[in-house]
């Protein structure tokens, strides 16, 4: 802002308080700030006042620009959605009906915004009621020397709102579909999290926690439907599908030991924060495909302490508080003090912990990593936890992972006794050793077509595992099949 | 907030007369929600009017849902539609039911016909708590899931808040994150065995999950693990069952402690400074003492120069009567050694636990708490007895009797500036507790706060100031007395008020003999009812004893006065009595 002549506000970035406070105020003053222009000129006072306090409540939260998004039936300001009390739904209702009429999607301010540039901006919108008429606001405010505030189209907003509308997406038919829109939503909420988090430096937990309610109640209803999708590994947003991943995993591991489902929902949360004190190590560190030098490698053992003081800004102490900085602190740690950070002594590790390391590091395992040529399979790390060294992790945690993938995990090529080429689809809770499957080729080497495929639920007890047959000899694309 | 919303059935085609119906019915139930919540938020939950609004509520749900099951409500920012039609319009800005669903995405939701009470109760509470002042960090469809309720279901859309990564462009967000990318995978050539990929030799990577060296046979391992997982589920049901019963601050004190025994920079105890005072005031407020020492000691660990005043301030603030209670009544539990433990700890903390010491003493009943709690008290505040004083103000006269008996304690003259300030106190135990606070002011201090006492004392203070008076021997105070004796409304005081004033001046010899003997001159012509004063006088006559004393009443022995000869010959043969 150049007009400093008011006393202004102290800059926030806080989402809370942007959500609370000054977003519903923002919201407030700019519809009220459009009506005065419409009665009075720019001199008058009444204007004046309003302009100055619009001004002021876009200085507190610019950061580079302030963004006020209409999408939906919902105002955003710099991202954050605002809550709007049910005394300001009119407000945000004729506002939403002002930027609707004009086809637009909102009005980005810009530092440096005068007073007389907003004057003139308000009275060049207006001037154009309509999106025929507005479509040259752009234009006109150029013209008009306007640089500093903008109008934005709804089409600048349509990729954003992509997201939004998929909250109000039709309910799916099948239990598949429900599945997937689970996880698609899960993956989407936990970038939305992660970010803000990476922006703020505290969690956002009420979105973390509307992240992990519909996983809780997807593995609580159907276990194994959701486990399936976490063998997908091309994901667009991998990313963010590991943190969802680790977080379905702890959450189904934490049902097989029969925890209640408030505890799920807290596992689940903590699981998919574990790794959040990496928002600190840097990308090129994170990113090194090579050995990491000594200082690289002391920046990621520190990422359990960044954790911790990143969950500990959550607010209030409670079993959830407590199960994100045990989670977040303890997991590269052992037992008996050995890994990272470095306590030369032994640790208690909770239960959260002990499950969450196990889901971690299966998921790691089986994820992409640019030194390796491909994936581990979901079976192949299972046979590397459970191998000779698996005294690192608990025992029953490991036991709850195998009830969880199954023993031969989502995506595992099998050869049957009978000659048949499956793909497993899912685990058999009652037989370990006959999954659910697709069948991929017969004995006879013919492919069942994709239109009707031909799946066993489960594999027919007169047949066998005979061979686990390695990715590089199938010539398809495992993570479509299980996707479908 | 009013919310007397519109019932709209009436006014909308609802299709089948039945589907009009069910409308209007679920209409009239939206607006009696409205209004249930309205009066849940005027008064508190155990209002009888509140008990049948919720009461009323949930019968008329029921009937409703006898009649159309489940009832399913669409909801939109202003309006609850059934099947489509509103069912219920926002009246004004002000007005708006569907707001608070609609705001934290609640989308549909839907009433089974077995709807209980308790279940309705829940979805108004939580209603009442998302739009109250403390509305906390969960929103409506958090606390609804929490509850888990059987009947009442709610569709709700995804909280979508960071449009645009919050302020990240997507591949900015990406690039940033630190968790392994899709995109950047297999880069080498699929080279791998069928024992699994390639993998390069060295250690550290930026992959900081182990990835174990030596694969088992899965087959062998499951069975291994088979045979042990009932023994193994139960050991790790019982480390989580272990957890739920040790204290959450016993936990969190833990961890931290084991967060700080790693390599910690100042940094990273500056940010746990930050968090251990919530771990603080959870020990307090629970009063685990041993947990809050050792919480205390972390937070000094972090941050050396940690002041106590800022965190008790908040404490105390924070703290709700309801909190206290709760605290009291363990403190009361845990006896003796409960106390003393929490006295420690808040001499450990020094004067900035004063406040807070105070809140629970208000609530404290019991003489065993409340008396080593004043003495503490007195003892952190010695020095610095002003910042009490606000208490001073408290409406409860309990509060500042105890205040006023923490300043007696620390006594001395520096207090009684502060007790002067309360001499007015409307309740008599207040004064009465200011007057015995004053005994351990000096006299010149004192005096004059009790003179001022003694002309506005009711008769069972005033005996008690002249008393204390009395032992301080002044001329002034005892020509008080003489004034008070010689007064036309003495005669109108209470027994006790003159029994006071006699025994001050008996204490006082020779020097009032003069002012009493005059006393028996009292009354001109008419001496009607002085009788008994004149006893009273003759009696203060002989508790001097002395010769003049003596002398006064062989004058009174004399006098044309029966009822003085009388009183005085009475007094002189207690006295020779006592001679005897």
């Known amino acids: 802002m150049t007009d400093t002549a008011r006393p202004s506000e102290p800059r926030t970035s806080d989402a809370a308080t942007i959500e609370k406070l000054v977003g519903p105020a923002l919201v407030s003053r700019f519809h009220g700030l459009l009506r005065a222009a419409r009665i009075y000129s720019p001199s008058n006072q009444t204007f004046q006042d309003q302009m100055w306090d619009l001004l002021r409540l876009v200085d507190q939260v610019m950061e580079g620009e302030v963004l006020l998004l209409a999408m939906g039936q919902c105002f955003y300001v710099n991202g954050v959605r605002i809550r709007a009390d049910a005394s300001q739904a009119a407000v945000f209702d004729a506002l939403t009906v002002e930027f609707e009429q004009r086809k637009l999607g909102g009005v980005r301010f810009l530092e440096g915004l005068r007073s007389e540039e907003l004057a003139v901006f308000l009275q060049l919108m207006l001037e154009r009621p309509d999106g025929e008429r507005a479509a040259d606001l752009p234009a006109a405010a150029a013209a008009a020397g306007v640089v500093n505030v903008a109008a934005v189209t709804l089409a600048e907003t349509e990729s954003a709102g992509a997201e939004t509308s998929a909250a109000d997406e ?18 989407s909420g936990t970038r939305q999290a992660i970010l803000h988090t990476a922006r703020t430096g505290k969690p956002a937990m009420r979105r973390i926690k509307r992240v992990v309610q519909p996983i809780v109640d997807s593995v609580m209803k159907n276990e194994y ?122 640790c208690r590790l909770s239960a959260a912990t002990r499950l969450v390391t196990v889901a971690d590091c299966y998921d790691a395992m089986t994820a992409h990593r640019a030194y390796r040529s491909r994936p581990f399979t979901g079976y192949e790390a299972l046979r590397l936890l459970l191998g000779p060294d698996r005294t690192r992790y608990d025992v029953a945690a490991l036991w709850t992972l195998v009830r969880t993938v199954g023993l031969y995990p989502a995506g595992t090529l099998l050869m049957t006794n009978s000659g048949h080429l499956v793909i497993s689809l899912s685990p058999n809770p009652e037989d370990m050793r006959r999954p659910f499957c697709r069948v991929l080729a017969r004995p006879d080497g013919s492919m069942p077509p994709d239109a009707h495929p031909e799946t066993w639920d489960p594999m027919p007890k007169d047949m066998t595992v005979s061979r686990v047959v390695s990715p590089e000899e199938f010539d398809g694309e495992i993570d479509r099949l299980i996707a479908a | 907030m009013t919310l007397q919303g519109r019932s709209m059935a009436s006014d909308v085609d609802a299709g089948s007369p039945a589907e009009a119906a069910a409308a209007a019915e679920a209409g009239a139930w939206a607006t009696r929600l409205a209004r249930t919540f309205k009066t849940c938020r005027l008064y508190d939950g155990g209002n009888p009017t509140v008990v049948r609004f919720r009461e009323d509520l949930h019968s008329a749900l029921r009937e409703l849902l006898t009649r159309h099951a489940p009832l399913t409500l669409t909801v939109t920012s202003r309006a609850l539609e059934l099947s489509g039609t509103a069912v219920y319009t926002a009246g004004s800005r002000e007005d708006n039911l569907a707001a608070i669903f609609h705001r934290d995405g609640i989308r549909r939701i839907t009433f089974r016909p077995e709807i209980t009470q308790g279940e309705l109760d829940t ?41 645009e990564g919050g302020g990240l462009d997507d591949a900015e967000g990406d690039r940033s994150m630190p968790w392994p ?30 990835t174990l060296a030596r694969a088992g046979d899965l ?37 931290l402690t084991d967060c700080l025994a790693t390599e910690t920079t100042p940094g990273d105890r500056e940010e746990l400074a930050r968090f251990i005072p919530r771990v603080l005031r959870e020990a307090i407020v629970t009063a685990d003492w041993p947990a809050a020492h050792t919480a205390m000691h972390l937070l000094r660990q972090c941050d050396p120069e940690w002041s106590s005043e800022a965190f008790f301030q908040g404490l105390a603030g924070a703290s709700s009567a309801s909190t206290v209670r709760e ?53 952190l505040v010695k020095n610095n007895p002003e910042r009490l004083l606000a208490w001073m103000h408290d409406p409860r006269w309990y509060v500042v009797r105890n205040l006023v008996h923490i300043l007696g304690w620390i006594g001395g003259d520096g207090v009684t500036g502060y007790l002067a300030a309360a001499i007015d106190h409307p309740e008599f135990r207040v004064r009465r507790e200011i007057v015995a606070a004053l005994s351990s002011a000096s006299p010149e201090v004192a005096r004059p706060i009790l003179m001022k006492m003694l002309t506005r004392a009711e008769p069972r203070l005033f005996a008690m100031i002249v008393h204390q008076l009395a032992h301080f021997r002044d001329d002034s105070v005892v020509r008080h007395f003489v004034e008070i004796l010689r007064g036309a409304e003495f005669q109108e005081r209470s027994d006790d008020e003159k029994r006071a004033i006699y025994i001050a001046l008996a204490n006082e010899g020779d020097d009032v003999i003069p002012s009493l003997e005059q006393e028996f001159a009292r009354g001109g012509l008419f001496t009607g009812g002085l009788d008994l004063h004149w006893q009273s006088v003759a009696r203060c006559l002989a508790r001097i004893g002395t010769p003049a004393a003596r002398e006064a009443l062989d004058r009174g022995a004399r006098s044309s006065r029966s009822g003085v000869r009388k009183a005085c010959a009475m007094a002189l043969a207690s006295l020779q009595t006592r001679d005897d």
Request: aromatic share 4%.
């Open chain 2, 219 to 255: 087959d062998q391992a499951f069975e291994e693990l088979e045979s042990t997982a009932i023994h193994e589920m139960e050991r790790l049901q019982g480390i989580h069952e272990e957890e739920l019963q040790s204290s959450i601050v016993t936990r969190c004190i833990e961890t």
């Open chain 1, 170 to 187: 039709p309910p799916p038919q099948t239990e598949r579909e429900r599945t997937k829109q689970v996880f698609r939503q899960a993956v």
């Open chain 2, 123 to 163: 979805l108004v509470d939580s209603m009442l708590h998302v739009t109250g002042p403390d509305a906390g960090d969960d929103d409506l469809v958090t606390l609804l899931w929490s509850a888990n309720l059987s009947n009442i279901e709610f569709v709700a859309a995804p909280l979508e808040g960071d449009i």
């Open chain 2, 181 to 210: 990318h899709g995109t950047g995978a297999a880069t080498a050539s699929a080279g791998g065995s069928a024992g699994g990929p390639a993998d390069d030799d060295g250690r550290p990577r930026s992959d900081d999950c182990d």
């Open chain 1, 225 to 346: 439907s959701l486990i399936g999708l976490t063998a997908i590994k091309n994901h667009d947003e991998y990313t963010f599908a590991h943190c969802v991943n680790v977080s379905v995993l702890s959450v189904a591991m934490g049902h097989q030991l029969g925890l209640p489902r408030t505890t799920l929902a807290n596992l689940g949360l903590a699981a998919l924060l574990h790794d959040v004190g990496k928002l600190t190590v840097p990308p090129e560190v994170l990113g090194k495909p090579d050995q990491l030098s000594s200082e690289e490698w002391q920046l990621m053992e520190r990422h359990p302490i960044e954790g911790v003081k990143i969950v500990a800004r959550a607010p209030g102490l409670s079993t959830l508080s407590l199960d994100l900085l045990n989670v977040a602190f303890q997991h590269h740690l052992t037992e008996d003090g050995r890994g990272y950070p470095r306590l030369g002594r032994p």
């Open chain 2, 327 to 379: 605290l009291v009544a363990t403190l009361d539990r845990q006896g003796d050694e409960g106390v003393e433990a929490f006295l420690a700890l808040a001499n450990e903390f020094g004067e900035p636990s004063a406040e807070w010491l105070m809140q629970v003493l208000a609530e404290s009943q019991q003489q065993r708490t409340r008396r080593p709690l004043a003495r503490a008290l007195a003892t």
